[in-house]
T-cell receptor, first 114, second 117 residues
Framework: DVKVTQSSRYLVKRTGEKVFLECVQD?????MFWYRQDPGLGLRLIYFSYDVKMKEKGDIPEGYSVSREKKERFSLILESASTNQTSMYLC?????????????FGPGTRLTVT | AQSVSQHNHHVILSEAASLELGCNYSYGGTVNLFWYVQYPGQHLQLLLKYFSGDPLVKGIKGFEAEFIKSKFSFNLRKPSVQWSDTAEYFC???????????????FGKGTKLSVKP
């Protein structure tokens, strides 16, 4: 059974702080994704990675960066948190190949920036 | 702009009522289609998916969806809903020549389903 874990379920940070959100998957998936989920807006892709040390911008990368030093771990970094980054952050992973694009999601991190 | 549209923001039904949630996409060519569900306080999980073959796809918990290529639609259905189906439902598409080998998904904005006991 695929498992995607995220380091925190709830996080409260102050404006201007540097924030790290960690995601780990245990299925040896090549692809990993970071989304933010906001009411009425659905899921929006921030960044994704299809291999170690590789990263690609998604639809809303501004204000975020990512790091993938190991295959199983994908980190989202808020260099200087702002109140408009208060949101639910979801990590996902998927397997490359076979046209099976199913993504497996973690439980999410609800981040509040005050 | 190319997108995925879910027409209903919030649907309220009584138990045993039939459900149909609409999903339309605007990409031409071959697409892969998904419905995900998020129960209150839980993570997003796959309900069903379509890649090819029979356009009527059956998923978990009695859900099904029909792919109608001519209408660019992939509507989700359930004949008789239960209180436990209360959740948010997301349609997602891997459009052609966009996903590549990474299989990026484009999500709709979601439909909240509330089932009254």
């Amino acid at each position: 059974d695929v498992k995607v874990t995220q380091s925190s379920r709830y996080l409260v940070k102050r404006t201007g702080e540097k924030v790290f959100l960690e995601c780990v998957q245990d299925m040896d998936h090549e692809n990993m994704f970071w989304y933010r989920q906001d009411p009425g807006l659905g899921l929006r892709l921030i960044y994704f990675s299809y291999d170690v040390k590789m990263k690609e911008k998604g639809d809303i990368p501004e204000g975020y960066s990512v790091s993938r030093e190991k295959k199983e771990r994908f980190s989202l970094i808020l260099e200087s948190a702002s109140t408009n980054q208060t949101s639910m952050y979801l990590c996902a992973s998927s397997f490359t190949g076979g046209l099976n694009y199913e993504q497996y999601f973690g439980p999410g991190t609800r981040l509040t920036v005050t | 702009a190319q997108s995925v549209s879910q027409h209903n923001h919030h649907v309220i039904l009584s138990e045993a009522a039939s459900l149909e949630l609409g999903c339309n996409y605007s990409y031409g060519g071959t697409v892969n289609l998904f419905w995900y569900v998020q129960y209150p306080g839980q993570h997003l999980q796959l309900l069903l998916k379509y890649f090819s073959g029979d356009p009527l796809v059956k998923g978990i918990k009695g859900f099904e969806a029909e792919f109608i290529k001519s209408k660019f639609s992939f509507n989700l259905r359930k004949p008789s809903v239960q209180w436990s189906d209360t959740a948010e439902y997301f349609c997602a598409v891997t459009p052609p020549n966009y996903g590549g080998s990474q299989g990026n998904l484009i999500f709709g904005k979601g439909t909240k389903l509330s089932v009254k006991p």
